[in-house]
T-cell receptor
Framework: AQKITQTQPGMFVQEKEAVTLDCTYD???????LFWYKQPSSGEMIFLIY??????QNATEGRYSLNFQKARKSANLVISASQLGDSAMYFC???????????????FGKGTKLSVKP | NAGVTQTPKFQVLKTGQSMTLQCAQD?????MSWYRQDPGMGLRLIHY???????DQGEVPNGYNVSRSTTEDFPLRLLSAAPSQTSVYFC?????????????FGNGTRLTVT
């Protein structure tokens, strides 16, 4: 079973609008961390934002915020005021505690390709 | 600050050839890992290391070897290249395996096996 599911292979958004990229995860661990990475067409992997399972507030970093719904096991990335430079692949990833099946390694989803239209 | 440095950036191999992908980090990170990225598959973990002298297998280890003789270096060896190993390879490191510790990635190596 997939531990990280990103159901949107591709999405379009109009410049200056907000967009939500979906991510659901599967773990029986109580302690885990969730990450989002951006991969532009140039290929590098850029860390965007982190949410811990025990964090009481949703994480925010500039125009990025994380809509964390623990009971639903979802950690959706919200990008506000989209810019052309936001066009990229976006990956959701999870790290479980070391007792979890993934041994503390980062497990990635298959990604969502976001295209921002001018 | 160089971060994670991978070489080469591109490589073409013939089936059966061997080669080593180099990875070095200058952040004194304890944890290092290798992923491969294939279209529609996301990133899959090949091998990882939690410190010098310690390595372990990830999700897709077959056909690859690693070693970690120093904290800085974590080379990935392809023993006998196969077309199925055509992929983009990423080396990544983090301070630890702590939950909050993000991975820092190298720029990737695009490998084609003919």
């Amino acid at each position: 079973a997939q531990k990280i599911t990103q159901t949107q292979p591709g999405m379009f958004v109009q410049e200056k609008e907000a967009v939500t990229l979906d991510c659901t995860y599967d773990t029986s661990d109580q302690s885990y961390g969730l990450f989002w990475y951006k991969q532009p067409s140039s290929g590098e992997m850029i860390f965007l934002i982190y949410q811990g399972s025990y964090d009481e507030q949703n994480a925010t970093e500039g125009r990025y915020s994380l809509n964390f719904q623990k009971a639903r096991k979802s950690a959706n990335l919200v990008i506000s005021a989209s810019q052309l430079g936001d066009s990229a692949m976006y990956f959701c990833a999870m790290r479980e505690g070391r007792g979890g099946g993934s041994q503390g390694n980062l497990i990635f989803g298959k990604g969502t390709k976001l295209s921002v239209k001018p | 600050n160089a971060g994670v440095t991978q070489t080469p950036k591109f490589q073409v191999l013939k089936t059966g050839q061997s080669m080593t992908l180099q990875c070095a980090q200058d952040m004194n990170h304890e944890y290092m890992s290798w992923y491969r990225q294939d279209p529609g598959m996301g990133l899959r973990l090949i091998h990882y290391s939690v410190g010098a002298g310690i390595t372990d297998q990830g999700e897709v280890p077959n056909g690859y070897n690693v070693s970690r003789s120093t904290t800085e270096d974590f080379p990935l060896r392809l023993l006998s290249a196969a077309p199925s190993q055509t992929s983009v390879y990423f080396c990544a490191s983090s301070y630890s395996r702590g939950l909050r510790s993000p991975l820092h990635f190298g720029n990737g190596t695009r490998l084609t096996v003919t």
